[in-house]
């Protein structure tokens, strides 16, 4: 049998410590939530990195949405463009439906103590200086 040598209180720290890096970690991929991990863990590499990345999520799902709502604004006044708008609903929500993916893929990584790039998105995370 294993002898644990660590007290009660050393445990207990520990488990802290491992959620505070949990909880930051997950949001790193939560929306905006992601400047918190980014200004407060800047000093924790693996933090940062994952951080930077749900940064770059949040910019990408900003942008789709800012670009959906000016579109959606210039054809909702024309009979003609219902079909257009249509099918651009059904884009942008694929897209979310891309955006949720990779910030799940991103948390499950982060659960796993792992340090890998999200797909499309990696990239750009590797440019960001802060």
Not at 38 to 50: A, G, N, Q, S, V
Not at 52 to 59: E, N, P, R, S, Y
Not at 77 to 87: D, E, Q, V
Request: net charge neutral; glycine share 6%.
């Amino acid at each position: 049998m294993e002898e644990n040598n660590q007290t009660p209180q050393q445990t207990e720290s520990n488990k802290s410590v491992k959620n505070d890096y949990l909880i930051m970690g997950i949001l790193s991929y939560l929306g905006f939530l992601c400047l918190v991990p980014l200004f407060t863990k800047k000093e924790d590499e693996f933090i940062y990195f994952h951080a930077k990345q749900g940064l770059v999520l949040f910019i990408l799902e900003t942008i789709v949405f800012v670009v959906y709502r000016i579109l959606a604004g210039i054809f909702a006044f024309s009979i003609f463009t219902w079909g257009l708008l249509s099918i651009l609903s059904i884009i942008v929500e694929l897209l979310d439906i891309g955006f949720i993916a990779l910030s799940i893929i991103g948390i499950v990584n982060v659960v796993q103590n792992q340090k890998k790039e999200i797909p499309f998105v990696g990239k750009f995370a590797d440019k960001i200086k802060i």
